[in-house]
């Protein structure tokens, strides 16, 4: 099993603890950037950082700086296209990836032109309902276009670790995996998910658990909740994309079938990935 990575607030006696931890870093600031970048020493292993904030990306100052680290960058929106395309060189050059929300319907159209771009970006499913059939357009391009363009997330995760019968969770694209991340608070409170962190539901209290969480039984039992899902006779209980969603979306399935239509699609988006890379070599008709 790898090593679990903590998801933290920017909290310098919190980060002194967790020397020789994986972590990535969370704040709404983004001129805290440097500050972090400086506040983190050496025995730290800085995963990423994660700026959630509500400026459009278009007027981020984007520094040199935050060249030195990965950076996921999450904001409602793009904001003014002219003012965003002034950044576009500096904005090659960083290890960076914006997710803008799903609840824009521009937002849409500016992640294509953003890909197009060859940024790197992605779409974060802000609240319900999606609108599934524009999340289906969005997918379409990011996996059958056949112009260059940057990774759309989490399309991208799915169709290129989508193999054999094994679970494909795309929450690993936003650091909400337990299997791969966990979160903590100031209080050293720690939860499965962000939204489980949100709601005081803990898995665990102190840094001093930490080394023994995945083998604890509040753990273990979090991490194998999924089988819930077949107990009880609820949509998700019957969708052939199960394996892909873990039934993120319960709560709307109940009442529509958006969810397991675009799931199927993305499933076969992922069939075809695959087989393109299989492909490698072949002769083909056209190319
Ligand atoms: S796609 Fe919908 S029905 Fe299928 S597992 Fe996800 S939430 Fe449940």
């Not at 991490?223 to 969603?245: K, T």
Request: with cysteine; hydrophobic share 35%; proline share 4%.
């Amino acid at each position: 099993m790898s090593e679990l990575i903590l998801v933290c607030p920017y909290h310098k006696p919190l980060i002194d603890k967790l020397r020789q931890r994986a972590i990535v870093i969370r704040t709404n600031d983004c001129n805290l950037i440097r500050p972090i970048l400086h506040t983190v020493n050496k025995s730290n292993k800085l995963h990423a950082i994660k700026i959630e904030t509500d400026t459009p990306a278009s007027k981020i100052p984007f520094d040199d700086d935050w060249k030195r680290i990965p950076i996921a960058l999450y904001t409602s929106r793009l904001g003014s296209f002219k003012a965003f395309v002034h950044k576009l060189a500096l904005l090659r050059q960083l290890n960076i990836k914006i997710f803008l929300s799903s609840g824009e319907e521009e937002n849409y159209l500016n992640l294509c032109i953003l890909s197009s771009l060859r940024i790197a970006c992605g779409v974060y499913f802000s609240e319900p309902p999606v609108n599934w059939e524009r999340m289906n357009d969005l997918m379409h391009y990011a996996v059958y276009s056949r112009t260059i363009h940057a990774p759309i997330e989490p399309f991208y995760y799915v169709v290129s670790n989508f193999e054999g019968e094994k679970q494909v969770d795309y929450a690993s694209v936003y650091f909400d995996n337990p299997l791969r991340y966990i979160h903590i608070n100031e209080k050293e409170q720690i939860a499965a998910t962000s939204k489980d962190l949100e709601a005081c539901s803990y898995l665990a209290e102190g840094v001093s658990s930490i080394d023994s969480l995945e083998t604890s039984t509040q753990y273990r039992k979090y991490i194998n909740n999924w089988q819930d899902f077949f107990i009880e006779r609820r949509a998700c209980s019957f969708c052939p994309a199960w394996r892909i969603c873990m039934g993120k979306f319960r709560e709307e399935a109940e009442q529509n079938e958006g969810c397991r239509v675009f799931f199927r699609d993305l499933m076969d988006a992922a069939d075809y990935y695959r087989l393109q890379f299989s492909q490698d070599g072949k002769k083909v008709w056209q190319s």
